[in-house]
């Protein structure tokens, strides 16, 4: 196994280990991981550097022009031209193939503090708000690959989707007064889209994280027990939007639903550039990280979900039917199911918990599904759910087993079996095999930040991960690194636990989002916030032409010899 006998006793996972054995890769010549480590020396850096069996090329940088012929990059940054450019904060990522060396990347932008965007702490006028509005959401760009180079292209695909483009709702919530305000304002816009994750029917879903720091007033105000849960304060993450936009002032009576119409896993057609973006509220409505779309032998889906804070949970959503079946009856395989909500036992057993209003549990506090589902941190809390060091990406193994990241907790004073650290300040990534038709899961520790975090493959706060189907596990950090490295992208072995480093960002970064073309020999991640926006620290990715913001941007990665990325 690959756990340590270190890690084995912290977690206490006493559980008959040949049934997590994971299945033997036999015949393989090659070693999975061959390429030649980045060593950490080199990853410290103000620009990003990579191992030298690989290059990279930066793509689509915040502020450029969606379409070839749009309006030019200019700062700070003007509404207007902001709804034609990219946005800023990239996060999740997607590669929608189109054919040979020509697809469509959506690509979540989750955050840009007024600072970078704006040139300004607080925002003056409306049209900065605007500004700051459209900077956020969702594009989807055209890109293609001429002799080796990727290039964005004129597309009849290409949009940006940001927080005052039309939404609608769909599934068991969509039509609860529980989001319709007294002023009875049309559903706008998504927010705060961190991770993502992608349909087998070719949709992407987006998903809401911090959008309670969105929201504020300027007259204080005592927060609901559900608002303090959902994070909610007066001064939010500091954007002021409140000041120009009353959706986004909590203590606006006529808009006081508005805060449930966020925080919900967002689908997105690509192919359709006409069709709205759809809030499934089947799938709950927390700090979604992202969700790992799995299909399961018997046709049905499977959406795994982390809930980034401190002590908060894993969900998981069942379609009711295969999703075949549901798709070609017109019924959306998102909008019909169950969700549930993890509980890890010390043995190294979990449960799954039905967040359904008729169980008595629920039934007592909650007047509805549709009440559970807009305040599901609560619901899951009254099942038992076990709160968790921050839990960001899931993916899904070669193996069967579904990996989640724990990013870290510094707050966690106790710890538990699937929590072992406490404070947990390196965070550690757990993996599970479903069992009993899915009821019930067994699970272990894979790897963990402390136990790496003085070896050359040094790690910390595990954050973005995608499992290849060959044994590899991509794993990319957001958080202090050892000795003022870098963010990173590390490729680790998961039959082994073998570890290497294949790229680290620039300071202040973090390096997330991960999608690959369908041959592997292209993979697009992220950096977001570099220099944390600030110009001092870096300008990337510009070097010395005279701008000086830095800019989030996507790199497209490539093995030198055209293998498999992560080979
Ligand atoms: Fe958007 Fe939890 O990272
Ligand atoms: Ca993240
Ligand atoms: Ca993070």
Redesign the pocket.
Same mark, same amino acid.
């Given at each position: 196994m690959s756990f340590s006998r270190r890690q084995l006793a912290k977690s206490c996972v006493g559980i008959a280990l040949a049934a997590l054995a994971p299945i033997a890769h036999s015949g393989l010549k090659k070693r999975l991981i061959d390429f030649k480590a980045l060593p950490s020396s080199l990853g410290k850096g103000k620009m990003p550097a990579i191992s030298k069996d690989y290059e990279y090329q930066v793509l689509v940088p915040w502020g450029d022009p969606l379409q070839p012929q749009g309006p030019n990059y200019s700062w700070p940054a003007n509404w207007k031209d902001q709804q034609e450019q990219i946005g800023v904060g990239h *996060?999740g990522i997607a590669y929608f193939s189109l054919g040979k060396d020509n697809g469509l990347l959506a690509i979540n932008h /989750?955050y840009g503090r007024n600072l970078h965007v704006l040139g300004l702490e607080d925002p003056v006028t409306r049209e900065h708000v605007l500004a700051s509005q459209s900077a956020h959401g969702v594009s989807i760009v055209e890109i293609t690959n001429e002799n080796g180079q990727w290039a964005k292209k004129q597309s009849k695909y290409s949009r940006r989707i940001h927080v005052n483009s039309p939404v609608e709702f769909s599934g068991p919530a969509a039509e609860s007064e529980l989001l319709i305000n007294p002023a009875n304002n049309p559903c706008l816009g998504t927010l705060?889209n961190?991770?993502n994750g992608r349909t087998p029917w070719g949709t992407y879903l987006t998903c809401e994280?911090?959008f309670n720091l969105f929201f504020g007033s300027d007259k204080a105000f005592t927060p609901t027990y559900a608002q303090k849960r959902y994070g909610y304060s007066q001064k939010g993450g500091g954007y002021g939007w409140y000041q120009f936009d009353e959706r986004f002032d909590l203590v606006n009576e006529a808009f006081k639903n508005e805060g449930n119409r966020f925080g919900w896993v967002v689908e997105i057609d690509p192919m359709n550039p006409r069709s709205l973006p759809i809030k499934r509220t089947g799938l709950g409505r927390f700090?979604h /990280?992202g969700a790992s779309v799995v299909e399961s032998k018997d046709g049905r889906i499977s959406v795994y979900m982390g809930d980034?804070s401190r002590f908060e949970f894993i969900y998981k959503y069942v379609s009711s039917r295969p999703w075949r079946e549901m798709y070609n009856l017109g019924k959306n395989p998102l909008d019909s199911g169950d969700l549930f909500v993890a509980q890890f036992s010390a043995s190294g057993h979990g449960n799954w918990l039905k967040l359904d209003v008729r169980q008595p549990l629920l039934s007592r506090h909650f007047a509805s599904q549709a009440d559970v589902l807009v305040n599901t941190r609560l619901a899951a809390t009254l099942l038992g759910a076990t709160p968790m060091d921050?839990p960001?990406w899931m993916t899904e193994g070669s193996n069967g087993f579904i990996y989640c990241s724990l #990013?870290n907790n510094s707050r966690r004073k106790t710890p538990d079996a699937a929590n072992p650290q406490a404070p947990n300040l390196h965070g550690h990534i757990i993996r599970f095999r479903e069992e009993e038709n899915g009821k019930k899961f067994v699970w272990e520790i894979f790897i963990s930040g402390i136990d790496h975090y003085e070896s050359e493959s040094s790690f910390s706060s595990p *954050?973005g991960l995608w499992a290849d189907s060959d044994g590899r596990l991509f794993i990319q950090t957001?958080g202090d690194q050892r000795d003022g490295l870098n963010n990173q992208l590390i490729v680790a072995d998961t039959n082994t636990g073998e570890t290497r480093r294949l790229l680290t960002g620039v300071p202040g970064c973090e390096i #997330?989002g991960i999608a690959v073309t369908p041959d592997q020999r292209t993979m697009f991640v992220n950096i977001q916030h570099p220099g944390r926006g600030d110009p001092a620290i870096t300008n990337f990715p510009h070097r010395l032409d005279g701008v000086t913001v830095p800019r989030d941007c996507t790199l497209a990665i490539r093995r030198k010899n055209g293998g498999i990325v992560g080979s």
């Open positions: *996060d /989750e705060s961190c991770a994280e911090n700090k /990280e980034d921050r960001e #990013t *954050d957001d #997330t």
